[in-house]
């Protein structure tokens, strides 16, 4: 039953991923019959222009951005810990240490059998070490982008977003780190339950004491796999691209007036109009090279990141050109020398 419920969670994600990225591949289809489609999915895809008062039925102000990364932010915290509690209680690829049998006993006698029958393999010890390998990069990603949010942008107080866009940001923001973990989120979850029923039932005062030893919390990440670590080579590449051009379009506020925009230029600018969307394809396509692309699930999460965003900087990049007279031609719209 629970292998059951652990593939119908994983081809759960897998359709989701596949029923949001449909609509975004079929309207970029230049036929004049999707016209319609492509002009709804472009008022989703507004990433804040200004719009008129007409337009604004069903918009929310663009500063709701916050919502996002408060709840990735909450929610990837609470992943990374609970799947690193639960990686810690199986045989890691290390040798014992005393504290690390302290913690496990205990473990193991809170949550009775939080564990599938029988030792965990392998493969099952490598997917949750893995996973939280990911979780970690995911919560660097999500923790920047909520400092960027409150200290770097300086949102238009016209600047709005389409509340099916606002909805699509929660359900993302829920949906790519469970994606990161969706192998063994499910024995995750009961472990966790396992630990919440035993201390409800015993009480804090009758919870033996914990002890942690930093090394061996930490030691089975840096024994992973080579290709991990060349995977956040690239995210980070990829991370701190994003950072300096969010720094750069949120310095051009500095100067402006309100409603007023401006050509920002520097960094990854010179070669596209929306870098920090091309960022973000190399950092979620880290996750990707870090898994040896065995991972369909992350597949299918790149795959929608990439076509979302192509489809919002497509729109972006010929907005940019009807707003100004000299936007460098040489520029592409996220891709070099493809889009």
């Not at 919502?67 to 810990?81: M, N």
């Not at 240490?97 to 193991?108: G, K």
């Not at 000299?326 to 520029?331: A, E, K, L, Q, T």
């Amino acid at each position: 039953m629970e292998m059951e419920m652990e593939t119908l969670l994983i081809l759960f994600m897998r359709l989701a991923w596949i029923a949001a990225t449909l609509p975004i591949l079929i309207a970029s289809i230049p036929i004049p019959k999707l016209h319609s489609l492509r002009t709804i999915l472009l008022g989703f895809a507004r990433r804040g222009k200004i719009m008129h008062s007409s337009s604004q039925k069903f918009t929310l102000p663009q500063r709701f951005f916050l919502h996002f990364y408060i709840l990735a932010s909450i929610w990837t915290t609470f992943l990374l810990v609970t799947t690193w509690c639960y990686a810690y209680t199986m045989v890691p690829p290390v040798k014992q240490s005393s504290a690390y049998s302290t913690i496990t006993s205990y473990l193991i006698g809170i949550g009775g059998s939080f564990l599938r029958t029988g030792s965990p393999t392998v493969q099952e010890i490598h997917a949750v070490w893995q996973a939280v390998f990911l979780l970690l990069l995911m919560e660097a990603q999500v923790l920047r982008r909520l400092f960027e949010t409150i200290y770097v942008f300086k949102y238009s107080p016209s600047a709005r977003m389409h509340i099916l866009g606002y909805l699509a940001g929660i359900f993302f923001y829920l949906a790519a780190p469970l994606s990161l973990c969706a192998d063994c989120a499910l024995d995750v979850f009961y472990f966790l339950g396992n630990v919440v029923s035993k201390f409800i039932v015993v009480g804090k005062d009758h919870m033996p004491p914990v002890e942690v030893e930093l090394w061996q919390v930490v030691n089975p990440l840096f024994r992973i796999g080579w290709r991990h670590w060349i995977g956040a080579a690239v995210f980070f590449w990829g991370w701190i691209h994003q950072q300096r051009c969010h720094k750069i379009l949120g310095s051009l506020r500095d100067s402006r007036q309100a409603d007023e925009y401006a050509i920002p230029y520097g960094d990854w600018f010179e070669i596209v109009s929306s870098p920090h969307y091309l960022s973000e394809m190399v950092i979620y396509g880290s996750f990707v090279v870090a898994t040896g692309g065995s991972n369909l699930t992350i597949w299918l999460l790149l795959v929608f990141v990439a076509a979302n965003l192509s489809f919002a900087a497509g729109e972006a990049h010929r907005w940019y050109h009807q707003k100004f007279e000299d936007y460098p031609n040489s520029r592409f719209a996220v891709i070099p020398y493809i889009l």
